[in-house]
């Protein structure tokens, strides 16, 4: 047996050899990267060709010889070990057979080791065919508590999440734990449980804090890295809670909007509103408040909602809100009616976001997206400048919807696929059932109910909304549920909260589908009939909401067929 060089590519593969299974790709590619980066680091044995060949064949290393010809190496270092009797098959499997992986342990101090010896990070990572970060996170767990890193050595390893834990804390902080929970001579097994629970610390990462660098410096944090967590998102975080929910307080002072305040939260984690406050459920209005909080994980939350108007009539509450809510008796001036006006203007916020989200996902066939396109610009809500010349306050920002269909000449694009986003962006702008000046009347609740917007709809029985309803309208509720109505209305209130507590409730008077009554006469006063004379034209014009005076009557019906 002797030592000497040869060229890898002179070398002929053993026919006898054990392992006959491809290696995965990923194993050759690292196997290549550390022949680049150290060399082979294990000469391969070789042998005499038997059969009267004059060449070597490869009694073991058979990867190592192939990838260091794709590593261009023009020769490598072999042993040279007499022929035997079976090609060398007794050597291959015995080497194969004996062969132990390293221990992961013994892994994590290999590298720290090669720090030690000048290696950088990257040129290990280079060597080994991994991540800078991977090495990284190896080197974190070579500086776990050497008794504990004994420990894992034997087996007992603990799991990733805990081992995540252990490696995260301060080498002081391992000590003093690893005193109460290391092994004893009766139970060799480590809880690590219990190890990774007395080091545990709560977190504030940074990509949930609102504060940018200067207010981090001001408070003192310093943030390290989980390398455990995924590479893809912002894992640095801090232990320094109090620091970091300062940051966070003088964040929202700098930056509270106008009309806005800074609260408190509730046992349930809700934001402490001011008292008669009522909460904005969907899009804020501009006259509307804003109030900003800190939830539970430490992450800036905001909230909109509006005062009650000042004046207020004598007698009865505007809305009717207020009275002899649990059956007190007392003067009724006039029947509470099923809905409220708030109850009306809630329900009103929720099918507009619920229009909205559907408009964004639900499926619509493109006949019926460029037939509700039309249909929402008769929306008592819109105003447009009219290609026939009548002007109604028109509405510019509708424009930015339609830039995309433009090419770069200036030329209006075909592409079906921009058409639709285009066609979904301007429905959504247009179409609303808010109970205010934006609301476009019967036409938004036709589109609702056209493309299935009832499924987008909130679970209403929450307390907030049920509130809003009416003894009769509250008990008709309990209709199909194991609730019974009870003497008292909060109470017939609370039971239907709870039972909706993970279910959905969607009142019947929130659903989209128009009265037909409503819809019927809605339609007869914008049909414009064939042999409508000017006079009817004029009229359907003036119901329409447009200016038809400048049309000839062939044209208007042309539009209209």
Known sequence: MHLTKVDPRALKDNPDRSRQTKSSPQADALLLATIKAVGVVQPPVIAPETG?????????GHRRVKQAIA????????????????????????????????NPVDQWRAIERLVALGWTEEAIAVALALPVRQIKKLRLLANVLPAMLDQMA??????????????????????????????????????WWSVAQALQKKRMYARDGSFGDDLAQAYGIEWAEDLFAPGDQDNRYTTNVEAFLGAQQEWMTNNLPKKGIIT?????????LPKKAERVHGKPAKGDCTAMYLDREGRVQTVHYRMPDVKKSKGNSTDGSEGAEDGDVGSVARPRPDVTRRGIEMIGDYRTDALHEALGRAPIEDDTLMALLILAFTGQNVSVTTGAGGVYYGHSRLARHVVA?????????????????????MLIEVLSCRENATKSG??????????GANAFLPNMGTDDFLSSLSRPALEASCKDTPVLPRQRVRDTRAALVEHYKEGHFVHSAARFAPD??????????????????????????EAMGEDQADREPGEFLDAAE
């Open 516 to 541: 037909v009554a409503e819809l019927s006469k809605w339609l007869s006063s914008n049909t414009v009939a064939a042999n409508d004379d000017e006079e009817g034209e004029q009229a359907a014009d």
């Open 264 to 272: 408190e939260v509730n046992s349930w984690g809700q934001a402490e």
């Open 52 to 60: 009267g060949g004059n060449g070597f064949i490869i009694d073991s």
């Open 405 to 425: 269909l433009f090419d770069a000449e200036g030329h209006l694009a075909c592409d079906m696929d921009t058409l639709r986003v285009a066609a979904r962006s």
């Open 442 to 451: 019967i036409v938004a609740r036709v589109a609702g109910e056209t493309i």
């Open 154 to 191: 034997k087996g007992d390893m603990p799991d990733e999440r805990q081992l995540r834990t252990i490696a995260a804390a301060a080498l002081d902080e391992q000590k003093e734990v690893w005193k109460k929970h290391k092994p004893s001579k009766g139970d060799p097994q480590v809880s």
């Open 71 to 102: 590593a261009g190496l023009e020769e490598i270092d072999v042993i040279v070990v007499e022929a035997s009797n079976d090609n060398g098959a007794m050597r291959s499997m015995v080497e194969n057979l004996a062969r132990e992986a390293l």
